[in-house]
């Protein structure tokens, strides 16, 4: 009988690529979501390729008290459900909280589950630095700035990945457990919603951006995420924290990359402010928002992210797809979704 993996969160954007290429490999899956019934929000997985005969969808909430346990008998785990997004109302309550605790639950599930060899935990770069300061970052590093203010989804990741890390030393359950740290993520969907780092390209090309800013990103390929997850669950030599990211774009070639791709150029920025002085006034009209997104501005405007990948196509073979490509290859999937308009003619 083949493997089975539990993967949380399953209809979200790593998530469903994930369990797309598990389903390809012939491993049977169980996915948790919110409402399985939810046709729009399960759709997308039940037309998988596979689907029918390897994936079962179940009912579990974050924020329950024991949401995993009765799921876990299953050799490896995909820990992937946690909250993302920038601006919220209570961060401790909307982020921090469901974040903890939906990972210490699947933690603490699998440890009861003499099956269970593997769990691979999806944290993110925000783990590893809360604002880039010109060091090239390993998984040696950690993210010490964030707090509950400042850059409030890196907090919530941070104390997730460390609760983690924490519960193993303190427990020694009989599983490993793997960490993967990725970058901006964008790509392909295999669902019509948008996720939150494909948002942002839709909102450079609707001019949601007022100039070209000094912002520098550092982008994955959802499908090498996927690939990174797949591969770690059944690779003998995988072992720790893996930064997954394939290279950096500034925002000013992002902009040529979205016209490239097809998208219609009318609301793209065209003003440059990405120079000492536009910085400067970026970050003085950023305290009109002190969180969220203002705080994301005054952490970023003028920094270049630097970062080591090399632990992971070493230990797990991973080749990166070249970000350009990807740029293009998301633009054209967000117009073909209609969440972008097309260039005419």
């Known amino acids: 009988m083949s493997e089975q993996v539990l993967v949380s969160g399953a209809n979200g954007f790593i998530a469903s690529h994930s369990i797309a290429q598990l389903l390809e490999q012939g491993k049977r899956v169980i996915g948790t979501v919110r409402n399985p019934n939810d046709a729009t929000r399960t759709a997308h997985?039940?037309?998988?390729?596979?689907?029918?005969?390897?994936?079962?969808?179940?009912?579990?909430?974050?924020?329950?008290?024991?949401?995993?346990?009765?799921?876990?008998?299953?050799?490896?785990?995909?820990?992937?459900a946690s909250p993302y997004v920038l601006t919220v109302q209570d961060a401790q309550k909307d982020l921090v909280d469901p974040a903890v605790q939906g990972t210490v639950s699947m933690l603490r599930a699998a440890a009861k589950s003499p099956r269970v060899k593997k769990v691979v935990l999806t944290?993110?770069?925000?783990?590893?630095?809360?604002?880039?300061?010109?060091?090239?970052?390993?998984?040696?590093?950690?993210?010490?700035?964030?707090?509950?203010?400042?850059?409030?989804?890196?907090?919530?990741?941070?104390?997730?990945?460390?609760?983690?890390?924490?519960?193993?030393?303190?427990?020694?359950?009989?599983?490993?457990?793997?960490?993967?740290?990725?970058?901006?993520?964008?790509?392909?969907?295999?669902?019509?919603?948008?996720?939150?780092?494909?948002?942002?390209?839709?909102?450079?090309?609707?001019?949601?951006?007022?100039?070209?800013?000094?912002?520098?990103?550092?982008?994955?390929?959802?499908?090498?995420?996927?690939?990174?997850?797949?591969?770690?669950?059944?690779?003998?030599?995988?072992?720790?924290?893996?930064?997954c990211a394939a290279g950096n774009r500034n925002m000013a070639q992002v902009v040529q990359l979205i016209r490239k791709a097809g998208a219609a150029s009318a609301k793209l920025p065209s003003l440059n402010l990405a120079h000492g002085l536009g910085t400067g006034l970026m970050t003085l009209a950023s305290y009109a928002q002190p969180a969220g997104v203002g705080s994301y501005l005054r952490t970023h405007l003028g920094r270049v992210p630097r970062f080591s990948n090399s632990k992971i196509q070493a230990d797990l073979g991973l080749k990166f797809r070249d970000v350009d490509q990807t740029i293009i290859d998301t633009v054209q999937d967000l117009i073909r979704l209609g969440h972008m308009p097309a260039a005419k003619g």
Do not use: C
Request: net charge negative; hydrophobic share 50%.
């Open 123 to 243: 944290s993110s770069m925000a783990a590893i630095t809360d604002e880039p300061d010109g060091r090239v970052l390993t998984e040696a590093d950690w993210n010490e700035k964030s707090t509950l203010t400042r850059n409030a989804y890196y907090y919530s990741k941070t104390m997730a990945e460390r609760a983690a890390w924490d519960f193993m030393e303190r427990e020694k359950p009989g599983f490993e457990l793997i960490v993967i740290n990725p970058f901006m993520v964008i790509g392909p969907a295999l669902s019509s919603e948008v996720n939150t780092s494909n948002q942002i390209l839709v909102d450079v090309a609707a001019g949601i951006y007022p100039a070209i800013l000094a912002l520098e990103w550092g982008f994955v390929d959802v499908r090498d995420v996927a690939d990174a997850h797949v591969r770690t669950l059944f690779a003998s030599g995988a072992k720790g924290r893996y930064i």
């Open 45 to 80: 997985l039940r037309a998988l390729p596979g689907a029918e005969a390897g994936l079962t969808l179940v009912a579990a909430d974050l924020t329950a008290a024991d949401p995993f346990s009765a799921y876990i008998d299953v050799d490896a785990v995909l820990h992937m």
